[in-house]
Every structure is written in structure tokens, then in C-alpha cells.
């Protein structure tokens, strides 16, 4: 017997991860065992759900979370790999592609950006990484 489920809660609270998936339509921990517990009192008595079921259902859950935080530290690695190299990037905004050393990495809403002149550019903007060329003095 299939049962509805009237409310689903997809509105980002304090407590959501960052890391998460699309903005204002992530479950956190919180909203899954909500949406556990009524998945349970709605359930039908004659044919319940295994008590195994729903402890899967919150390993994989469990799994996804750190999945997605394991994401987010290997992205601000591969960040502060890219310190005192030579990047180009295109702006956010459009135009043309600027080239400059990566100078520092900042954290961001929890994803990692680089700066390069003193603006800040997200990862996904780099469009070439070279090494920065190394001057010695006569």
C-alpha cells in the first residue's frame, strides 16, 4: 500500500552543511530522520517496513553526508596545491580571461576560492595552471 507523505521540509536551516548540494533543496540529518519518523507513522500496519530498512536508509545517508564533506576538504587541498602557481581564470562576470599567481586560498561559505591580484575566483573558473617561472639574480 503506498502512502503519501503531505510535507517535505527542503528550506535550508542553520544547521544544513554547506557542502551540500543545490542551494535551498538539501536535506540535512535532521530533515531525514523527520522525514523518517513519518515515513515510520505512516506506514502500513499489515505490512510494516523492516526496522533494517530504515537503518540502511540512515547508513546511506550517513555515507552521502561524509561523501559530501570528503568532497569539500579534497577541493581546498587541490586549492592550496595551486599556491604560487600561475593561473588563468574567467571572472564571474564575464570578459576576458586575467593570468596571475595564486597568492593565498580563502574559505568561503565552504568552498575554496584562490586569489589572484587580490580578487577571489572559485575553482571552477581556472581555465590553465602553468608553473610560475623562477628568476635568479645575476
Excluded: H, K
Excluded at 536551516?13 to 513519518?38: E, I, K, N, R, W
Excluded at 552521502?64 to 593561473?87: D, H, K, P, S, Y
Excluded at 564571474?92 to 593570468?99: A, N, V, W
Excluded at 596571475?100 to 581555465?127: D, R
Amino acid at each position: 500500500m503506498a502512502s503519501s507523505i503531505g510535507y517535505i521540509n527542503t528550506s535550508s536551516s542553520p544547521t544544513s552543511s554547506s557542502a551540500s548540494g543545490a542551494a535551498g533543496q538539501s536535506l540535512d540529518q535532521a530533515d531525514f530522520l523527520q522525514l523518517l519518523v513519518t515515513q515510520m507513522s505512516s506506514q502500513d500496519p499489515l505490512n510494516p517496513e523492516s526496522d533494517t530498512d530504515f537503518a540502511a536508509q540512515l547508513a546511506q545517508f550517513s555515507s552521502l553526508q561524509e561523501t559530501q564533506v570528503m568532497t569539500a576538504n579534497l577541493q581546498t587541498i587541490q586549492a592550496t596545491g595551486l599556491i604560487g602557481q600561475t593561473v588563468s581564470a574567467v571572472p564571474s562576470t564575464g570578459g576576458g580571461s586575467i593570468s596571475g599567481v595564486v597568492t593565498s586560498v580563502q574559505v568561503s561559505s565552504g568552498t575554496p576560492e584562490i586569489m589572484i591580484n587580490g580578487l577571489a575566483y572559485q575553482l571552477n573558473q581556472i581555465t590553465s595552471v602553468a608553473p610560475t617561472p623562477i628568476t635568479t639574480a645575476p
